[in-house]
């Protein structure tokens, strides 16, 4: 999961036109959701962290920043042809299988 962030903002950030503002805010927008991401991420790898704090970023902030923050930014960058990426439903799919994965591989049931 970490390798396809990291190329979507790689993507994101190689272009020959000069990026309009559209493209910049976009951009910015997918770079800060993906800095939240990566975070949430460390969270639940890190065998060592709370478990609360990982139920809290597997159940609410991690599908909250995805769904609302880089999801719209990833879109709005295929959009304007910035970058490709998978249709929504997919990329929905995508966090549901994360989500499941961490769910699985920490025990943690979100309700």
Do not use: W
Not at 70 to 83: C, F, M, N, Q, S
């Amino acid at each position: 999961m970490k390798k396809i962030l990291f190329i979507f903002i790689a993507i994101g950030m190689v272009g020959c036109q000069q990026p309009n503002f559209g493209e910049i805010v976009a951009s910015k927008h997918l770079q800060e959701a993906n800095k939240k991401i990566r975070t949430f991420l460390s969270i639940l790898d890190d065998p060592n962290a709370d478990k609360n704090d990982q139920e809290n970023v597997l159940c609410l902030k991690y599908p909250k920043i995805y769904k609302y923050e880089y999801l719209p930014a990833l879109l709005r960058l295929a959009k304007l042809k910035v970058l490709n990426a998978k249709p929504k439903d997919q990329l929905l799919d995508d966090l549901k299988r994360t989500t499941d994965l961490y769910s699985k591989k920490l025990g943690i049931v979100c309700e």
